[in-house]
T-cell receptor, first 114, second 115 residues
C-alpha cells in the first residue's frame, strides 16, 4: 500500500458525460501527479500540481482539467467524454516538486465510457 | 523528445529461470531511471531506481545498471518466481529541483512465470 488513495475504483459512464476522479496523496506529500494508462497510448503523464499550483503539463486534453485543493487532495475532471477516454487513470504523489523526488502511485480509477 | 523503449512481451519463463528485460532511452542530459512493476489489478509500485551513470539499483533480487554509453537500463533477476508475474515498466524522470517532475514510461513488458 503506497498511501495514495483514489476514488472511485471503477466508473462507467456514457459518451458526452462529465466525471470527477479524486486523489488523496500520502501524508506529507505536497505534489500530486495524474497519469493516463490506455491500450493505444500506454502510460502518459497528464499534469502535476505542487501545493495548489500547476507545475507541469503533459498530454492533457482541453476537455480535461485538474486542481489541487488546500487540503492537498486533487481532482481530475473529464468532460464531453469520448469512447477513447476509456482508460486507467493513476494519481501519484511525492514530497516535493522537483526532479529528485520519487513518485508513489495509487491503485488507479478505471474509467469505461460506453 | 525524450522516450523509453522496452522489449516487447510477453516474456514467458519457467520458475528459477534467469530474467532480462531490455530498456533503452533517448534523452538529453542525465535523467534518473526507474523500473516500476504493476501486479494484476493493482497500481504501479517502484521496484528500483538509479540516478546517475554506473549506478546499480536493486530490490527483491532485481537489478539494473544505468549505462550511459549504451543509454540502457536493463532489468535482471537471477531466479524468477511465479509471484514475479506482472507488467514491468521502465521510465525516465524529467525535472529539476524546485521545479517540476514527470515520468516518461516505456510501453511495459508483461512477464509470465510458470511453475
Amino acid at each position: 500500500d503506497s498511501g495514495v488513495t483514489q476514488t472511485p475504483k471503477h466508473l462507467i459512464t456514457a459518451t458526452g458525460q462529465r466525471v470527477t476522479l479524486r486523489c488523496s496523496p500520502r501524508s506529507g506529500d505536497l505534489s500530486v501527479y495524474w497519469y493516463q494508462q490506455s491500450l493505444d497510448q500506454g502510460l502518459q503523464f497528464l499534469i502535476q500540481y505542487y501545493n495548489g499550483e500547476e507545475r507541469a503539463k503533459g498530454n492533457i486534453l482541453e476537455r480535461f482539467s485538474a486542481q489541487q485543493f488546500p487540503d492537498l487532495h486533487s481532482e481530475l475532471n473529464l468532460s464531453s467524454l469520448e469512447l477513447g477516454d476509456s482508460a486507467l487513470y493513476f494519481c501519484a504523489s511525492s514530497v516535493g516538486s522537483g526532479g529528485t523526488d520519487t513518485q508513489y502511485f495509487g491503485p488507479g480509477t478505471r474509467l469505461t465510457v460506453l | 523528445g525524450d522516450s523509453v523503449t522496452q522489449m516487447e512481451g510477453p516474456v514467458t519463463l519457467s520458475e528459477e529461470a534467469f530474467l532480462t528485460i531490455n530498456c533503452t532511452y533517448t534523452a538529453t542530459g542525465y535523467p534518473s531511471l526507474f523500473w516500476y512493476v504493476q501486479y494484476p489489478g493493482e497500481g504501479l509500485q517502484l521496484l528500483l531506481k538509479a540516478t546517475k551513470a554506473d549506478d546499480k539499483g536493486s530490490n527483491k533480487g532485481f537489478e539494473a545498471t544505468y549505462r550511459k554509453e549504451t543509454t540502457s537500463f536493463h532489468l535482471e533477476k537471477g531466479s524468477v518466481q511465479v509471484s514475479d508475474s506482472a507488467v514491468y515498466f521502465c521510465a525516465l524522470r524529467r525535472g529539476f529541483s524546485g521545479g517540476y517532475n514527470k515520468l516518461i514510461f516505456g510501453a511495459g513488458t508483461r512477464l509470465a512465470v510458470h511453475p
